[in-house]
Every structure is written in C-alpha cells, then in structure tokens.
C-alpha cells in the first residue's frame, strides 16, 4: 500500500471487501437472504463483510485483523470487566517461565494489580515493520486511556500510527472521560485518520461514554456493547458510525437476550449507524437453542447442536436468520 495513490488505495480496499462479501455469502446462506428482505436489511450506508480476522488468523475477535500491545496491564472499571479474559490471560503469563516478561507484576492472587508495563520493543514496534495492511485492535491486555499508562508511551504510540498510515488502529476503552484530558497533556489537538475510537458499553448505567466520544475527532466512532447482561434501553447514536454486540463468554457467562440485542438492532437501523453481532456467548443464549430436540432426541449436546447450524465466533451469531457482520462503508478506504 505504500507508494499507492488514494484511488488505487480504495479500488484495493473494495474488491478485498468485495470478495469477503462473497466469501460471507458463501458461508452462510442466511445472508444471502437477508438482501431479499427488506426488514432485516442494514442501512444502505453501510455493507456487510465478513469477520476481518478471517484473512489472518491473528485473533480470534471478529471484528479485527490483529491484536497490538504497546502495553500491558489493567484495573476493573465496571461490571463489563467482571469477566476480563485479559486478567486471566496475564495472570497465566505471570506466573509462566516462558510468559513474556512485560507481564510481570501485573496480577496478584488473580487480580490486576494496576502495574501497567510497557511491552517489549518488538510488541511496541510491531506495527512499524509489517508492511501488510492490517486492523488493529490496540490493547487487548490494557486500556490505552488509562491513568497508569505513561503519558509519554501514549505519545509515543500515537506516533507510530501516525507514521503507519497503511494500518487502521482500533482503540476501544471503558475509560473515555481520560480522551481529551490526556491528549491535551502530549499537545496531541488531533488523532491520526486512521485511528478509530471505540467505547464499550456493556449496559445502561454506563451510557454515558457515548457522549464522551461523539466529538472526538476520528475517523471511525464506535460502541461495542458486550459482554450484554442487561438491556442498553434508548440511545442517542448521534455521531456514532458502528456499533457491535455481543454475549458474554467463558466460565460462569451471564446469559444474552435476544430481546436486547434486537432492540440494539432496531436503533443502529433506525438511526443510520452500521451494525455487527459478533456472538452469543453461550448455545445456551442463541435463540436457535429454543429448536435443540435435547440429547436423547439428536444424539449431541446443545453446544454441537448449535455449533452445527450456527459455527459463528462464541456461540453462534445468527440474529433471526442473518449474519449482521456490518461496518460503516467508508471506514476501511484510506
Ligand atoms: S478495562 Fe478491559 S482489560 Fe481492563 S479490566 Fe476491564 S475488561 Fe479487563
């Protein structure tokens, strides 16, 4: 992509999307549908692809190509971090011989610790050296805007996407009030194009992030919904791009309805903002387990039963017959 002009940029951008379309189509033939039914169409300002990670297989988050960690470390904020994968994957790498040592310190008895560590110069540079065009999401094992990170690591960091603009950066945080103080604390007045922000949501009582990122200056605005234990209720989505939803995962997950994911649903289509269910969670919460005949009856566990009709990330995916895997139709063309 280096050395390309904007136009050879885009027409790239859009036949790789062409062909994940297609690839999408392929897969699941419930999507296909979806554009015979005007009902359950997205927005026409937006276009379905399928999961991004597919091409790589760096991560297996829908909704990204690659994972990145500048940093690493953490402290729970609300209850969307009750079950924080992270927590549990650094703990297991603290207490690892062969667990990279940015890790250490970081967890005590379990816990985060809030040590928050810079990453080895390969992880913190990583981006600088692949030439491939890749989505990142910045920080799975930390959050970027959190107060324990050093201001000049951020500064740094933003830099490097500065200077990578080949690559998309997602920056998703539970920390959104942080934004704009701490930017105006490195002289940053504005992030690089191709960096998205993202606020996670997972319920009603924090709501308010929205509106600390509606006026960030990004190219891509988005809420990520998930884990989804409660219902979100009414949301103003006024200069929000995407928004993603999904059921919690893992051991002792709390369930996802399909009432509140469609009412999310309904919002992003009412209000023009691309929408993407990422999983379930659980068998247990897809709708399709009401159809599960029970192991006597099929002979598999409600986890295969569902994993046969419905193989999408954690879970299942299908949201009343479709695949909705949308994102804003300009966000990948730089
Ligand atoms: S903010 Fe994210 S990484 Fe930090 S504790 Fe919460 S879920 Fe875990």
Same mark, same amino acid.
């Not at 940029?9 to 999408?24: C, D, I, S, V």
């Not at 928050?116 to 890749?134: C, G, H, M, Q, V």
């Not at 998205?196 to 509606?214: L, P």
């Not at 999904?246 to 023009?272: H, I, L, T």
């Given at each position: ?19 994940? @379309? ?55 904020? &609300? ?13 297991? !790498? &603290?207490?690892?011989? +062969? ?27 990583? &981006? ?15 959050? !970027? ?25 997602? @920056? ?11 930017? %105006? ?5 504005? @992030?690089?194009? +191709? ?53 919690? &995962? ?24 691309? !929408? ?5 969670? /659980? ?13 006597? %009856?099929?002979?598999? /566990? ?27 139709? !300009?966000? @990948?063309?730089?």
């Amino acid at each position: 992509m280096v050395g390309m002009t904007n136009a050879e940029r885009q027409a790239r951008f859009r036949e790789r999307r062409k062909a994940e @379309l297609e690839a999408l189509r392929n897969a699941a033939p419930a999507v296909a549908a979806s554009d015979e039914d005007d009902d359950f169409r997205p927005s026409s300002s937006v276009a379905l692809v399928s999961a991004l990670n597919k091409r790589s297989g760096e991560t297996s988050i829908e909704w990204t190509e690659a994972t990145i960690n500048p940093f690493v470390g953490c402290t729970r904020v &609300s209850e969307g971090c009750r079950s924080c994968y992270a927590e549990r994957d650094a703990h297991r !790498f &603290s207490n690892s011989v +062969n667990g990279p040592p940015a890790y250490a310190g970081t967890t005590k008895d379990r816990k985060w610790t809030g040590i928050i560590n810079r990453a080895s110069d390969a992880s913190f540079y990583e &981006s600088l050296k692949n030439k491939r065009p890749t989505v990142y999401f910045v920080c799975s094992m930390s959050d !970027f805007w959190h107060v324990n990170v050093k201001d000049e690591w951020r500064k740094e960091f933003i830099e490097i996407m500065h200077n990578t603009p080949h690559h998309t950066y997602q @920056l998703l945080t539970k920390r959104p009030e942080n934004i704009s103080k701490m930017l %105006a604390a490195i002289n940053i007045t504005e @992030l690089p194009s +191709n960096v998205w922000i993202g606020a996670t949501v997972e319920d009603s009582r924090v709501k308010s992030r929205i509106d600390h990122i509606r006026n960030i200056p990004a190219k891509v605005r988005f809420l990520s919904v998930e884990p989804m234990t409660a219902p979100l209720g009414s949301v103003d989505l006024t200069g929000i791009h995407w928004v993603i939803t999904g059921g919690e &995962s893992g051991p002792g997950a709390r369930p996802c309805k399909v009432e509140w994911v469609r009412e999310v649903r309904d919002q992003c289509r009412q209000q023009g903002v691309a !929408f993407f269910h990422k999983q379930w969670g /659980t068998a247990e919460s897809n709708p399709l387990s009401a159809a599960y005949p029970g192991k006597e %009856a099929s002979g598999i /566990t409600l986890k295969d039963f569902i994993k046969s009709i419905d193989p999408h990330a954690k879970g299942g995916a299908f949201l009343d017959g479709l695949l909705f895997r949308a994102i804003p139709e !300009f966000a @990948l063309c730089q």
